[in-house]
């Protein structure tokens, strides 16, 4: 694994990390200005409007955890294509309960030394009861 992959999987991890913890100023900064984000045919557009969806998304309420695996990383220059399978854990009352599954379909844009999503599309493998996070 190149330094470069090594980066992307940390631009991964540090979406699910800092999208669980409610960092929404830190995980906006994953996106590169003119980002794309596109969840159930809905395309936002633009790091602040992401934000702003994800926000509204996720209170403390509905935040759970992510969980990633089997990333596919093609590097090519300063651009990348990824995919990741992903599951999404809610508390509660009865255990942690997974709430939505997927994958994620990203590209990847290199600026000076971070690697940003300039694009994720997300789709999921059905939405089990109790609605559908990403």
């Not at 695996?69 to 009865?94: H, I, K, Q």
């Not at 030394?113 to 493998?125: D, E, G, K, N, P």
């Amino acid at each position: 694994m190149g330094e470069d992959e090594d980066q992307i999987r940390r631009t991964l991890s540090e979406y699910s990390q800092r999208c669980d913890d409610g960092r929404f100023e830190e995980w906006a900064d994953l996106f590169t200005e003119d980002a794309r984000f596109v969840l159930s045919g809905q395309v936002t557009e633009g790091r602040d409007s992401i934000r702003t969806l994800m926000e509204a998304m996720m209170p403390p309420e509905r935040r759970g955890q992510h969980v990633t695996s089997n990333s596919l990383v093609d590097v090519d220059g300063d651009s990348a294509r990824v995919s990741t399978d992903y599951l999404f854990v809610r508390p509660t009352p009865e255990g942690p309960t997974i709430v939505a599954a997927g994958r994620y379909h990203d590209v990847l844009a290199r600026q000076g030394h971070r690697w940003r999503f300039s694009q994720r599309a997300i789709t999921m493998l059905g939405a089990p009861v109790g609605g559908a996070d990403g």
